[in-house]
């Protein structure tokens, strides 16, 4: 049975990378599907056609979330293409590109993070669910050192989470869930490359380290896996990195 018939879904930054990966398993499940991006609209209309191509429904939306404009055009086209909200995926994040300001990774990473959950959450009935997916570099980053590189982007995530974190009670009051998805480095995503750029070495190094580093398409399923889980509002999913929970120590 598919688990979110009838139900409509916005995966943030969902154009490439687990967000493609992600919204394309959400559909499988019978969810229609707000397929985001920023600016490759080609990118994020083949996301669509291969969704449609398999019998689901989505549409693309070109929205910037920083932007006090980018969560409403989101929440807005579910409603009108859909009907209605009821699953938000936050997934889009950044900071290691250079071009959009020093406190853009803040922008991003914690200011539009609440501004697309608040969004959202004012159309999404009880029972809806909010999911936002961060990396254990930033969730652990108060008591596990990260690379230097990428300290100041785990700092602003971690801020992102901590923000949405203290609107729980907010949510709780609207029946709706928040649930944090943590894993370890991914392979193949934009932001190892643009680390491993920066730091040559760094993702062989957290692959000898961790044993084992996560696939694209392997980190998608579980954060899809999260959007029905039975788990109550305020539980952290963490996929791989067991050296990270070790060293987190009782807080994992």
């Given at each position: 049975?598919?688990?979110?018939?009838?139900?409509?879904?916005?995966?943030?930054?969902?154009?490439?990378?687990?967000?493609?990966?992600?919204?394309?398993?959400?559909?499988?499940?019978?969810?229609?599907?707000?397929?985001?991006?920023?600016?490759?609209?080609?990118?994020?209309?083949?996301?669509?056609?291969?969704?449609?191509?398999?019998?689901?429904?989505?549409?693309?939306?070109?929205?910037?979330?920083?932007?006090?404009?980018?969560?409403?055009?989101?929440?807005?086209?579910?409603?009108?293409?859909?009907?209605?909200?009821?699953?938000?995926?936050?997934?889009?994040?950044g900071g290691m590109e250079t071009g959009f300001g020093e406190d853009y990774a803040l922008r991003l990473n914690r200011d539009a993070q609440v501004a697309m959950a608040r969004a959202?959450?004012?159309?999404?009935?009880?029972?809806?669910?909010?999911?936002?997916?961060?990396?254990?570099?930033?969730?652990?980053?108060?008591?596990?050192?990260?690379?230097?590189?990428?300290?100041?982007?785990?700092?602003?995530?971690?801020?992102?989470?901590?923000?949405?974190?203290?609107?729980?009670p907010e949510f709780a009051g609207k029946g709706i869930t928040l649930v944090v998805v943590s894993g370890d480095m991914i392979e193949g995503t934009v932001t190892a490359t643009l680390l491993d750029r920066a730091n040559p070495g760094a993702i062989e190094a957290r692959r000898e380290e961790a044993g084992k580093l996560w696939s694209v398409e392997e980190f998608a399923a579980e954060v899809a896996r999260m959007a029905v889980a039975d788990v109550p509002g305020g539980h952290t999913e963490y996929i791989g990195g067991e050296d990270y929970l070790a060293a987190a120590g009782p807080q994992a």
């Open positions: 049975m598919a688990l979110l018939e009838g139900k409509t879904a916005i995966v943030t930054g969902s154009s490439r990378g687990i967000g493609a990966e992600t919204a394309k398993l959400l559909a499988g499940q019978g969810a229609a599907v707000v397929v985001n991006y920023r600016q490759k609209a080609p990118r994020a209309n083949k996301v669509v056609s291969a969704i449609e191509a398999d019998g689901g429904r989505a549409v693309a939306v070109g929205a910037d979330l920083t932007t006090p404009e980018g969560p409403a055009a989101l929440v807005e086209a579910a409603k009108e293409n859909f009907g209605g909200l009821d699953l938000l995926v936050l997934n889009a994040s959202a959450a004012e159309a999404m009935p009880a029972g809806s669910r909010i999911v936002f997916v961060t990396s254990h570099q930033a969730h652990f980053i108060n008591t596990v050192p990260t690379m230097a590189e990428y300290e100041p982007v785990a700092r602003s995530k971690r801020a992102g989470e901590d923000a949405l974190r203290a609107l729980e």
